[in-house]
């Protein structure tokens, strides 16, 4: 059975006494800036990417809409996941990167989410991330229904208690 939230051997903070999913009390917490960096990647065909390339998708700047997509689900992570608190946001930010020496054609897509308050934004940058990477998809699915998205990771986060966490390479 799941370990109390109030429990500091358990790592599993959203479980009460009774092993009953709820939502994390942070009241106490002291409010800090807190950041938290991600990515991921989706893989395509190599025309497809030329298409997003050359902006010619027929639904338009696939990473511009992307880009907003992300921005936005960084913003509606709390809709989405039960028990995420509701953050006002100071940044977020999406960016892509398209490496040259990748195997299989691959867009990458890098976020990062910022705010000031009681608990962390590691969930709305990997939202952030996954959001985007849908879109992609979404507006590439044309010509490529076989896109695979990958390795969707969070990379860093900063502040709180925990302080700075930064992944194993």
């Known amino acids: 059975m799941p370990q109390s939230s109030s429990n500091s051997n358990?790592?599993?903070?959203?479980?009460d006494a009774q092993g009953q999913a709820h939502m994390v009390d942070v009241g106490a917490k002291a409010s800090t800036h807190r950041v938290a960096v991600a990515i991921g990647s989706i893989q395509m065909l190599p025309a497809t990417l030329a298409l997003v390339q050359s902006g010619t998708a027929k639904?338009?700047?696939?990473l511009g809409i992307a880009r907003i997509a992300g921005i936005q689900g960084a913003k509606?992570?709390?809709?989405?996941?039960?028990?995420c608190h509701p953050l006002a946001l100071t940044r977020v930010a999406v960016e892509f990167d398209i490496p040259a020496s990748a195997a299989v054609p691959t867009i990458v897509c890098r976020a990062t989410a910022?705010?000031?308050?009681?608990?962390g934004v590691e969930m709305e940058?990997?939202?952030?991330?996954?959001?985007a990477l849908l879109?992609?998809?979404d507006m590439c699915k044309a010509a490529d229904r076989g896109m695979t998205?990958?390795?969707?990771?969070?990379?860093?986060?900063?502040?709180?208690k925990?302080?700075?966490w930064v992944a194993p390479e």
């Open 114 to 119: 910022e705010t000031v308050g009681q608990t």
């Open 125 to 131: 940058a990997l939202t952030a991330v996954q959001v």
């Open 162 to 164: 925990s302080g700075h």
């Open 59 to 62: 639904k338009g700047d696939v």
């Open 149 to 160: 998205m990958t390795d969707v990771k969070l990379l860093e986060k900063q502040g709180g």
């Open 76 to 83: 509606r992570t709390s809709d989405l996941i039960p028990l």
């Open 135 to 137: 879109t992609i998809y």
């Open 10 to 15: 358990s790592p599993l903070t959203h479980f």
